[in-house]
């Protein structure tokens, strides 16, 4: 695991679920469903670009 920053709270377990049941709550930030997770594409391609004329 990484070091931390100096003076990172990290919440209690208690904390934890109170901030996920207000998440969940908010109908806005609805979770993706696993249907909606396998549609996802990346949309950051790595590397060079193809190009158009390549050389010979």
């Known amino acids: 695991m990484p070091k931390l920053k100096t003076g990172t709270l990290i919440p209690t377990e208690d904390e934890d ?5 207000a998440a969940l709550t908010d109908p806005d930030a609805m979770p993706y469903s696993d249907e909606q ?20």
Do not use: L, S
């Open 17 to 21: 679920a109170a901030i996920t049941a």
């Open 37 to 56: 997770w396998e549609a996802i594409k990346p949309t950051v391609r790595r590397g060079r670009p193809i190009a158009a004329v390549t050389k010979e």
